[in-house]
């Protein structure tokens, strides 16, 4: 199996946490993708994901499966002993939901933020964003007001249990994690008072899947490159 990802990036860290948890990483081969010179814009990497990102898996007979959550489904099947994306259709149910919360309330939110309200991954990105520059920052902003007020969602609901889907950490954990570490290194952290939320990020990146691979977002080579 290839993954075309980047290290430290927050989507690939999300496979990178799942490889760790089923035992494959030494069954994948990472091909960098240069984001900062958008090579995943470029026509090549776009007949693999049309969506132009990060993670992609290519299976050894080049099937191509690119979104996290479908990648997490295929690894995590593989031995017929699902762990992070639930073992019954209830189990399946409420962590597709809570993984969508974490995308829909957090992630994508931030990503926003981090795309518009800040510069981002710099100015070769530009021409597949937004037509109009004006009015971008504006708008990044609100969204990263938006992932500020979701964050007590989930504070909520992990002061009364472990996981975000209830007992066991799954996919929805992962997504949350990768989301929250985004958010740090974009400038929005957890505020003071969300407890709950900063003891089970502190509690899940010291699971061994997890530490090391929360993503510092950007490899030290890709933060001189843009600071040039
Ligand atoms: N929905 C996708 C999101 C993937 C994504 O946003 N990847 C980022 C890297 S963390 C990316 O490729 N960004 C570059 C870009 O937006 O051009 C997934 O679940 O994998």
Do not use: C
């Not at 939110?109 to 504006?138: C, I, N, Q």
């Not at 992932?147 to 209830?166: C, I, S, T």
């Amino acid at each position: 199996m290839k993954i075309y990802d980047r290290e430290g990036a927050p989507n690939p860290a999300r496979i990178r946490i799942v490889l760790a948890e089923k035992g494959l990483e030494d069954q994948v081969e990472f091909v960098s993708v240069d984001l900062i010179a958008a090579g995943q814009k470029q026509d090549s990497f776009l007949a693999m994901n049309p969506i132009g990102k990060i993670p992609v898996l290519e299976l050894d007979d080049g099937l191509l499966i690119s979104e996290s959550t479908a990648i997490t489904e295929y690894l995590d099947n593989l031995d017929g002993h699902p762990t992070l994306t639930g073992r019954n259709p209830r189990e399946k149910a409420v962590i597709h939901m809570m993984q969508r919360r974490a995308e829909m309330l957090l992630l994508e939110p931030v990503d926003d933020y981090f795309h518009y309200g800040t510069p981002g991954l710099g100015k070769a990105l530009r021409p597949w964003r937004m037509p109009d520059w004006s009015g971008a920052k504006e708008w990044g902003t609100r969204r990263g007001a938006q992932a500020v007020r979701g964050m007590p969602y989930f504070n909520d609901l992990l002061a009364k249990q472990p996981f975000l889907a209830g007992e066991a950490f799954s996919m929805a954990d992962i997504t949350l994690f990768a989301a929250l570490a985004f958010a740090e290194v974009s400038g929005l952290p957890i505020a003071k008072e969300l407890t709950a939320l900063a003891a089970w990020r502190s509690r899940v990146s010291d699971l061994p899947a997890v530490k090391n691979r929360s993503g510092q977002h950007l490899l030290p080579e890709d933060l001189a490159r843009l600071s040039a």
